[in-house]
C-alpha cells in the first residue's frame, strides 16, 4: 500500500538548517509529481514546494521561496527538501505526498533560540 515517512527534523535555532527526507513506497514514485506540505500549530496543513516527476520544474510557496530546495531520487524512490536560514514561522510538521489521501506521520521541524 502506499506509504510515506518523513525524516530529518529537529529542533534548530533561526537561521540554521535542516534537510528532510521522505522514503515513499507503494507506488510508481517515479511518474509522480510529489510535493511537501507542512501544518503548524493551530493552523491548516499548507503546500511548501513541488517537484515533477523528471525534477524539470519545481516550484516553491512564496513564503520558503529561496530558502528551501527540493530534489529527488527516482532510483531509490526518495525525496528530499534542504531548508536553509530557517525562522520560527517554520515550525511545523512535514509531510511529503503526491495530492493523494494517505498521509504519513510527518517529521516535526521546531525553529526556536
Known amino acids: 500500500q502506499v506509504q510515506f515517512v518523513e525524516s530529518g527534523g529537529g529542533l534548530v535555532q533561526p537561521g540554521g538548517s535542516l534537510k528532510l527526507s521522505c522514503a515513499a513506497s507503494?507506488?510508481?514514485?517515479?511518474?509522480?509529481?510529489m510535493s511537501w506540505y507542512r501544518q503548524a500549530p493551530g493552523k491548516e496543513r499548507e503546500w511548501v514546494a513541488l517537484i515533477t516527476s523528471t525534477s524539470s520544474n519545481t516550484n516553491y510557496a512564496d513564503s520558503v521561496k529561496g530558502r528551501f530546495t527540493i530534489s529527488r531520487d527516482n532510483g531509490k524512490n526518495m525525496m528530499y527538501l534542504q531548508m536553509n536560514d530557517l525562522k520560527p514561522e517554520d515550525t511545523a510538521v512535514y509531510y511529503c505526498?503526491?495530492?493523494?489521501?494517505?498521509w504519513g506521520q510527518g517529521t516535526q521541524v521546531t525553529v526556536s533560540s
Open positions: 507503494g507506488f510508481l514514485f517515479g511518474v509522480y509529481t
Open positions: 505526498n503526491y495530492g493523494g489521501d494517505i
